[in-house]
Structures are given as structure tokens and as C-alpha cells.
């Protein structure tokens, strides 16, 4: 049952990437570029954790791409906030 949420999210987060590159495309504003690099890394991360078993001990470094996505927004956030103001 895990399996089948992670792919749901997994699919989830890939239709947002899609989304996101498309609204790149449109704007060429990069906080969209940066965004659906974001939901594509959850994407993969959570492809990884359903073909990994649930006790395996390479779950945990699975989650430093999740921190890497995290930042990617955050960091979409400021750059966009900081330009806006100059």
C-alpha cells in the first residue's frame, strides 16, 4: 500500500513539473524553472523509495534529495523576491 501512495505522489509531483516547465516556457521566468526541478527531484525521490525495500539502509540518503528540492524552492523564492525589489 506505501508503494501505490508513493507512486500516486511520485505522478503527482511529475504532472507538477510538467506544469511548471510549461509555465517556464511561457514567462521564461526562472523561479517556474526552478520549481519544476524541484517537484521532478520529489518525483524521482519518490520513484527511488518505492523500488527500494522499506527497512533498507540507503532510505535515508534518499532524503538528501528531497533537502536539494527544498532548497531549490527556497532558493527560487528569494531570487525572485530579491529581483523584484531592485
Not at 525495500?53 to 540518503?61: I, L, M, Q, V
Amino acid at each position: 500500500m506505501i508503494d501505490f501512495f508513493n507512486g500516486a505522489t511520485g505522478m503527482g509531483c511529475l504532472l507538477a513539473a510538467i506544469s511548471f516547465a510549461g509555465f517556464y516556457r511561457q514567462t521564461a521566468d526562472r523561479l517556474f524553472l526552478l520549481f519544476s526541478l524541484a517537484f521532478g527531484t520529489f518525483a524521482v525521490n519518490r520513484a527511488i523509495l518505492a523500488l527500494l525495500a522499506e527497512g533498507h539502509e540507503a532510505t535515508s540518503y534518499v532524503y538528501l534529495s528531497r533537502l536539494l528540492a527544498f532548497l531549490l524552492i527556497i532558493y527560487g523564492i528569494v531570487e525572485k523576491n530579491r529581483l523584484g525589489r531592485s
